[in-house]
């Protein structure tokens, strides 16, 4: 399937999810639980589950954020920005995309994201600032002198 149709089938499902979840949230499933019957195991299964036929404030809060995340997408897919990485705007590989419909990074970009955001990131940046900071100072201290004598 060309990549273009591909974006079309998802463009196509994200739109029908966000409807669903705009009546769940307006206290009617019935959308939903049509599309659990089609789709299978995520996030909003479970929270179903354990919902059972009220939307709990945690199936809610799901929702909410699904939502915020689809119409995100959809907004992308508008201005032709979907499926390119925020990162470093390369094609976000199809495959990806049907696993994650709502990235915005390619996996190398998210692995890098990831990297410094679990590695205690600011010391690592600050140690590096640093070090540098103190040789450009030593360097315009010889000038300085250099230029005196
Ligand atoms: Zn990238």
């Not at 669903?20 to 929270?47: F, H, I, P, W, Y």
């Not at 995100?72 to 470093?88: K, P």
């Not at 495959?95 to 990235?103: D, I, K, S, V």
Request: hydrophobic residues 40%.
């Amino acid at each position: 399937m060309a990549r273009k149709d591909a974006l079309y089938n998802m463009r196509q499902i994200l739109i029908k999810r966000r409807d669903a979840l705009r009546n769940a949230l307006a206290g009617d499933l019935s959308l939903l639980k049509e599309l659990r019957a089609q789709t299978a195991g995520d996030v909003v299964d479970a929270a179903l589950d354990s919902a059972q036929d009220e939307i709990s404030s945690q199936l809610a809060e799901v929702e909410s954020r699904e939502l915020a995340s689809i119409e995100n997408a959809l907004e992308r897919m508008r201005n032709g920005q979907y499926g390119l990485c925020e990162g470093c705007g390369h094609k976000i590989p199809m495959a990806r995309l049907n696993a994650l419909p709502y990235a915005t990074n390619c996996i190398e970009c998210q692995r890098e994201a990831e990297r410094y955001g679990a590695a205690g990131r600011a010391d690592a940046d600050w140690g590096r600032v640093f070090d540098s900071g103190s040789n450009d100072a030593d360097v315009s201290i010889n000038d300085i002198e250099m230029d005196v004598s």
